[in-house]
């Protein structure tokens, strides 16, 4: 029986939980700042990527999550091209401002932990071959896939 009553608002809830309940491990906060976490580092993440391969990070996305990752997006701006690790990890913090204190550094690690975990192998390969090499940094290696 669905608690929602659609099966696609089923299955995005609890894809959302899932990430969050492993970012709320990793990190020792609570869903409310997790939530603030994944949506900070995703929209950085965002922002730095190009367009084509943005918008197939946001397909494989849960839905609610997808929601946060376009949240303040304005089509036709440039996007950042946050270049350097310095500029990536003061966007995540200005996206995290107003919530419980976590690290820039320790909440990208997290979150792209979570997305490396369950993203298509394809797909995540391709996003971290996408960044910049002090930014790459930040991803997890190979070998911490669940999948």
Known sequence: ???TGLEVFDRTLQTTHIWLDEIIED???DRHTAWHVLGAVIRSLRDRL???????????????VR?????GWRPGKENLKLRSLAEFLE????????TKPIGSVDAARSVLAVL????????ADKIR???????RGL????ATRAM
Do not use: C
Request: glycine share 8%; proline share 9%.
């Open 91 to 98: 966007k995540v913090s200005d996206g995290m401002s107003g």
């Open 27 to 29: 990190l020792a906060t």
């Open 129 to 135: 071959r996408a960044l910049p090499e002090d930014i």
């Open 116 to 123: 490396n975990r369950h993203l298509a192998h394809g797909q």
């Open 50 to 64: 190009p367009p084509d391969l943005s918008a197939h990070l946001s397909a494989e996305l849960p839905l609610l």
């Open 67 to 71: 929601g946060i990752y376009f949240e």
């Open 139 to 142: 991803w997890p290696d190979d």
């Open 1 to 3: 029986m669905s608690s």
